[in-house]
């Protein structure tokens, strides 16, 4: 018979790794409220037309890399592929902007998409992200991008640059995609298969190939974005940069940075981890001024970004940046025999009740394999309880540390462990 694993592209994320995970969400969480952003948790499947109509029909996530099923009242629903397009919807859903003309929304979660799986590349990945919806303003931007470089930075990573672009109004690019359709035409054969299909549909997305040959073709030929913008894009892209120098962010111009998805619009940026690998994106993001009335909401400027977290977990331990596991036990009870576990119940409940971690032998271990055990599990105390202790009410108690034993009455137990 064949064994149970997990599904290929997804993984688990076990107990002995979870301090990593648990580490880059508190910073996470940390870096959010000190921008005041507040947390939005949207349900992980929704109708499959949200990302339909959302990301874009001709983007490889909504062509290709759905999971989309039919559940038994016979709709189309899909597992979510990104968290951008179920953000517009809630906000659309429950009229945020009646709350308030500005809201800034950070997201964690788990997404789906049927990519080849490799390293860095998984079917099932988690994002966190950010959201500011309602400002149309470089400000917004500047601020988006701000916070994506500050959770590196305070997670102390150091192998990464920022990118950065605009791809100009939805009229500028059109322009623009003209003026590319002509510069490549006389080079359209020496472009890939899947890039002579695209150059009739979102011909931006030749910059995204990764084919040496195409990537030759547009180094050559194709001509550059930013001499294709019009004056209120240059302008707001111009602040942007200039609020990005005064906040000390570096950042190299990529005119070739178009990113994957159909909705941006304006400034566009990418964060790479220089030591990763092909799969070498932190985190993309940008621009969306144009989603929320798509999806039939009111017209809604916005700009946010979404990183993801496996990458972010190899790119922090290819630097060291994770410490042992520093999970500890405050005090490890060791009873002698189901009476005195019993006799010791009502301590137990009451200091775990306080807040201290104590673990209570569940196994019926030897002395000696207790004592191995609560070394293992870095226990502070470690208390034997046989029928004397109980009688007496003064317990033996160890600590791991110094190794020293003492005796300490029940009611002093408290006392020492918050020492
Ligand atoms: P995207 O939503 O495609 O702009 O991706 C944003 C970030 O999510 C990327 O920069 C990656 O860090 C991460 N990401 C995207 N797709 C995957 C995947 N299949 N597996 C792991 N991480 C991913």
């Known amino acids: 018979m064949q064994k149970l694993r997990t599904i290929k592209g997804t993984h688990d994320i076990l107990p002995w790794d979870i301090h990593k995970w648990q580490k880059i969400e508190s910073v996470l969480r940390d870096v959010f409220a000190s921008y005041v952003c507040k947390e939005i948790r949207t349900p992980v499947f929704e109708s499959t037309n949200l990302f339909s109509r959302g990301v874009g029909e001709f983007s490889d996530i909504v062509s290709k890399e759905m999971y989309s099923f039919q559940d038994k009242g016979g709709d189309s629903l899909t597992l979510r592929p990104e968290l951008t397009a179920s953000v517009a919807r809630s906000y659309i859903q429950h009229n945020y902007q009646q709350e308030s003309p500005l809201h800034k929304l950070w997201y964690f979660g788990p997404l789906f998409r049927q990519e080849r799986p490799q390293a860095g590349r998984q079917r099932q990945f988690y994002q966190y992200g950010i959201e500011l919806i309602g400002s149309p303003f470089p400000e917004a931007d500047a601020e988006a991008i701000d916070i994506a470089c500050s959770v590196y930075r305070k997670l102390g990573l150091k192998n990464w640059e920022l990118h950065i672009n605009s791809i100009g109004s939805i009229e500028a690019r059109k322009v623009y995609m ?3 359709r002509d510069s490549l035409k006389a080079h359209k054969g020496e472009l890939c298969e899947t890039c002579q299909d695209r150059y009739d549909g979102n011909i931006l997305r030749l910059f995204d190939c990764k084919n040496p040959g195409c990537q030759e073709v547009m180094k050559e030929h194709a001509p550059s974005i930013l001499d294709h913008l019009s004056e209120e894009d240059k302008q707001h892209f111009e602040q942007v ?3 990005l120098d005064a906040a000390g962010i570096d950042y190299t111009i990529n005119p070739a940075l178009v990113r994957g998805l159909d909705y941006y619009t304006r400034t566009t940026f990418e964060i790479k981890g220089t030591a990763l690998g092909a799969q070498d994106a932190l985190c993309g993001g940008g621009r969306y001024d144009k989603l929320i009335s798509d999806l039939d909401g009111p017209d809604t400027p916005a700009v946010g970004f979404a990183a993801g977290v496996e990458r972010l977990v190899i790119a922090m331990e290819a ?19 189901i009476a005195c576990l019993e006799g010791i119940s009502p301590l137990v409940h009451s200091l775990r009740d306080k807040g201290f971690r104590v673990h209570l032998e569940l196994m019926r271990r030897s002395v000696k394999a207790m004592m191995r055990d609560a070394n293992r599990q870095n226990a502070r105390w470690v208390a ?6 109980l009688q007496s009410g003064n317990l033996r108690l160890k600590n791991m540390q110094e190794n020293i034993q003492q005796e300490i009455n029940l009611n002093e137990i408290e006392n020492i462990l918050k020492k």
Not at 319 to 337: G, H, K, R, T
Not at 384 to 389: I, P
């Open 178 to 180: 003209e003026v590319l």
């Open 241 to 243: 940069k200039k609020l």
């Open 319 to 337: 630097e060291e940046l994770f410490n042992a596991d520093q999970s500890f036990v405050d005090l490890y009870i060791a009873p002698m025999d």
């Open 384 to 389: 034997v309880v046989g029928e004397q202790e």
